[in-house]
């Protein structure tokens, strides 16, 4: 159709110049001709359309160019600062390993000491090992003087309840003088009824009664004394103060009772219930009585009182004396051993400093003061049996 249009344009343009041309020009080149130019017109056209899509690609490969700048731009910055933080790093990394440096040196110079110390310890070791040794030695040295001191101390305590009962020997003789007087006498009479020939035996029965009562009134008097004297064994087993006050007074009774001397009890109802060695604490308390008659030779009146007063968990009993009192710079010495303040001979000065020794023994204080308008009065607490206070609480 485009072939027959451009015919019919020349048609149209037929001018006598054009007329002769044609003439000269075969129609059929003109032809190839026009198809050679269309061919090269689309062969252009479609390089044009190439051109385009590639100025379009290439408008595209500008803009992801630009992205791309941008990005490079924006991840240069990027590197800039991590850069910077590199720098920083490996500042803090330098100073860290100067810091690891010195560390390592400061190191080297504790484990030079730590060796040093090492070498120390294993002397102070070998040394500690001689100083055990030596204290094993020293330990068993201990233990054997101590053990000796235990068997002093008892040879003591025997000592001294041996010149306590020197002491007694003439108040028991007048105790016992009587039993043996009135054993005497109703033994006599039996045997002048028999000879008489009056032998009622009623009446020879009742003397012969009462002269069993007098022997065992003077049996009694002699167990005692025999178990007062006896070595005190280290047990220890629940004892009844008030009882233990009372036998301790019946061997002084008849001392106490020679020199006048007055005895105020103030017992609580029940026995008091301790922990401790019955004859060990009757040894204390003769101690007491022995000290307070001798304080009260030359006084009136002459009077002994003895207060017994429980506690929360603990004993006291007082011992309280009419005499002239103690002075007070003898108070803190006169339990010392060999202390005394009586005559030459009159004393050992062992009385009150096996009392103390006892006391403590027995978890206990003892202590002297003298009391108002009175005299010396001695205070003594002793641990209440435990059993015995948890029973009454409950």
């Not at 019919?8 to 000269?24: Q, S």
Request: aromatic residues 4%; glycine residues 4%; contains cysteine.
């Amino acid at each position: 159709m485009n072939e027959v249009a451009g015919i019919a344009a020349l048609d149209v343009h037929k001018n006598p110049f054009t007329e002769t041309v044609l003439e000269e020009v075969d129609i059929e080149q003109l032809r190839q001709e026009y198809f050679r130019l269309l061919e090269h017109t689309k062969a252009l056209e479609v390089r044009v359309r190439k051109s385009e899509e590639r100025r379009r690609a290439l408008m595209h490969i500008l803009s992801d160019l630009n992205t791309v700048n941008r990005k490079l731009t924006d991840q240069r910055k990027a590197m800039i600062h991590i850069l910077a933080d590199y720098e920083k790093d490996r500042s803090k990394l330098a100073k860290q390993t100067e810091r690891l440096d010195n560390s390592r040196r400061a190191l080297m110079h504790i484990l030079q000491d730590s060796h040093q110390s090492n070498l120390r310890l294993e002397n102070s070791r070998k040394a500690m090992i001689h100083i055990m040794s030596d204290l094993k030695v020293t330990t068993e040295e201990v233990q054997r003087r101590e053990q000796e001191l235990r068997e002093k101390q008892e040879q003591l305590v025997q000592a001294g309840k041996l010149a306590t009962l020197g002491e007694l020997t003439t108040g028991v003789a007048h105790e016992l003088n009587n039993p043996l007087n009135n054993i005497g006498l109703f033994i006599g009479n039996v045997i002048d009824l028999i000879e008489l020939g009056k032998g009622d035996p009623q009446r020879i029965l009742r003397e012969l009664h009462s002269a069993m009562q007098q022997v065992h009134k003077a049996t009694e008097i002699i167990s005692h004394l025999r178990t007062f004297g006896r070595a005190a064994s280290v047990s220890r087993e629940p004892v009844a103060i008030n009882q233990v006050i009372s036998r301790s007074l019946a061997l002084m009774h008849e001392q106490l009772r020679l020199r006048q001397i007055e005895v105020q009890l103030h017992f609580p109802d029940k026995d008091v219930i301790v922990i401790g060695n019955a004859i060990q604490l009757e040894q204390v308390f003769i101690n007491l009585l022995t000290n307070a008659r001798d304080a009260m030779t030359e006084v009136t009146p002459k009077a002994i009182t003895i207060s017994c007063t429980p506690q929360v968990d603990m004993v006291e009993i007082s011992v309280c004396d009419t005499g002239p009192g103690i002075p007070i710079e003898w108070q803190q010495k006169i339990f010392d051993p060999f202390f005394t303040t009586k005559e030459v001979g009159a004393g050992t000065g062992l009385g009150l400093s096996i009392t103390y020794g006892i006391i403590k023994e027995h978890q206990g204080t003892i202590t002297v003061e003298n009391a108002p308008n009175i005299g010396a009065l001695f205070r003594i607490q002793l641990p209440l049996n435990r059993s015995e206070t948890e029973s009454e609480k409950r």
